[in-house]
């Protein structure tokens, strides 16, 4: 299989690696010295849209649009502009070996990749409700979002279900933000969280009360102090109805769950410090 070599590569292809590749060539890296590797196939983009924009029922933003780094007021690092600099892109790459001791890398199609230095960008991923054995939680339009593939289902399924029911699993951003745009799209929406106000780790309690009523009063209902413990199926194998463990049961016919994410420290298991779940340093290896 192909063997690849740069001085420096980084593992990752989100907004970090997009904002990285942007400050290496500021620092005159040569062409051909710097590789950016990401199992997504696109170029780095503000992820922050995929909440936002990219599900407005009018003119929703697309990519190219929302490349890095047109987040910070920057430059828009289109897939021509890394092939200007010399920086190579190695999209729908997933890497599943990592040897930091060897320097090397390994892709799911058996392709090696090695470094003088690496910079770990691999960000984190969803926690998914099937993760805890919840009943019913591999059910159709249960939806998570952490990429364009994801914020692409969920809009086809607001399309497919106008003027439908949505229930929204969990009261942080994410919850928060898919609340209003869900209602922006014309859906019925409830959103569920046990905390006993929204953002608990960021808004007070007279914080979240405003925003509580904001939304409520753009019709989103917000269940607090308790969780969804189980979904059921209509004959299409697409969620009907949500379970809290209040005893309620929620219509459903498109589920969003944001209750937080993960570390994606996987591939680097014993080959790290490690601290509350993640990497304890910023590393450059």
């Not at 924009?53 to 430059?75: I, K, M, N, Q």
Request: aromatic share 10%.
């Amino acid at each position: 299989m192909a063997e690849h070599s740069f001085k420096y590569i980084i593992v990752g292809g989100g907004v970090s690696a997009g904002y990285a590749a942007k400050e290496f060539v500021n620092q005159g890296v040569k062409p051909g010295e710097l590789a950016i590797i990401s199992k997504e196939a696109v170029a780095p983009y503000e992820r922050p849209a995929l909440s936002k924009a990219y599900l407005f029922p009018e003119s929703p933003a697309r990519l190219p649009g929302f490349h890095t780094c047109v987040g910070s007021g920057g430059e828009r690092l289109l897939p021509e502009w890394y092939n200007e600099k010399g920086v190579q892109l190695h999209l729908s790459t997933e890497i599943v070996k990592a040897d930091l001791a060897a320097k090397s890398l390994t892709s799911a199609k058996g392709e090696t990749f090695t470094y003088q230095t690496l910079v770990i960008a691999t960000g984190s991923t969803v926690i998914r409700l099937t993760d805890f054995g919840v009943e019913g939680a591999d059910a159709k339009n249960i939806f998570y979002l952490r990429e364009v593939d994801d914020a692409d289902k969920l809009y086809e399924a607001i399309k497919a279900k106008k003027n439908g029911k949505a229930v929204v699993v969990g009261g942080g951003y994410i919850g928060l933000e898919l609340s209003a745009v869900l209602r922006l799209n014309n859906i019925d929406v409830t959103m569920v969280y046990p905390e006993p106000w929204c953002m608990p780790r960021l808004f007070t309690a007279e914080i979240a009360a405003f925003y509580e009523g904001y939304y409520a009063n753009k019709g989103v209902n917000i269940i607090k102090g308790t969780v969804a413990t189980g979904f059921t199926s209509n004959s299409d194998g697409e969620v009907k109805e949500v379970k809290l463990k209040d005893g309620r049961v929620l219509e459903a016919d498109i589920v969003v769950v944001g209750v937080g994410g993960r570390p994606q420290i996987s591939l680097f298991k014993g080959q790290v410090e490690e601290e509350k779940g993640g990497i304890k340093h910023l590393l450059w290896l």
